[in-house]
């Protein structure tokens, strides 16, 4: 997987976060997964197609999600309320957004869906045939993983495309 399709990815859900909990988030691991992705706590994916194939899983801690759920309304939500869940899917829409915006700057085309909420049974499946990288982000309120596994397809499509010689 190439380095300039996940980086938008990286650098946006840096800044949400860091604004969310109003506090920096590091970056305390970096991973290669080839099987199944094992949902940490609260997870969301988002599905690519296109020029770009592929997904993009946000995972937090409920700790972390309650702190990003009480951000957004302004009040003090716990982490089994059932807004938590939601929270974890607007917060990947405002990462994928972010790093959509930067792919479609440099011409890339595909489609998005929108977030969805994953099982456990999802996540595993989710992640079984194609590798993976995994970020762990440490923020105060708890660890957010961004599981990214995404090929480029239209560089395929010139190397198979026909050479002139003149």
Same mark, same amino acid.
């Given at each position: 997987m190439k380095m300039d399709l996940i980086q938008p990815f990286i650098g946006s859900l840096d800044a949400v976060l860091s604004e969310m909990m109003q506090a &920096? /988030? #590091?970056i305390v691991n970096l991973a290669m997964e080839e099987d199944g992705y094992q949902k940490k706590g609260l997870a969301a994916e988002v %599905?690519?197609?296109g020029q770009i194939e592929g997904r993009v899983v946000l995972d937090m801690d409920p700790s972390? @999600? +309650?702190?990003? /759920?009480s951000f957004l309304t302004g009040g003090n939500v716990e982490s089994g309320e059932p807004i938590v869940p939601e929270t974890v899917c607007e917060l990947a829409n405002m990462v %994928?957004?972010? @790093?959509?915006t930067q792919l479609n700057d440099r011409g890339f085309q595909f489609k998005v869906r929108p977030p969805t909420v994953l099982t456990r049974e999802?996540? !595993?499946k989710a992640g079984q045939d +194609?590798? /993976? #990288?995994l970020l762990c982000f !440490? #923020? &105060?309120s708890g660890k957010v993983y961004l599981n990214i596994a995404m090929k480029y397809h239209a560089r395929r499509a010139r190397e198979r495309a026909p050479i002139t010689v003149g």
């Open positions: &920096p /988030a #590091t %599905i690519f197609k972390a @999600a +309650s702190r990003v /759920a %994928i957004g972010n @790093a959509v999802q996540c !595993e +194609s590798e /993976a #990288t !440490e #923020t &105060p």
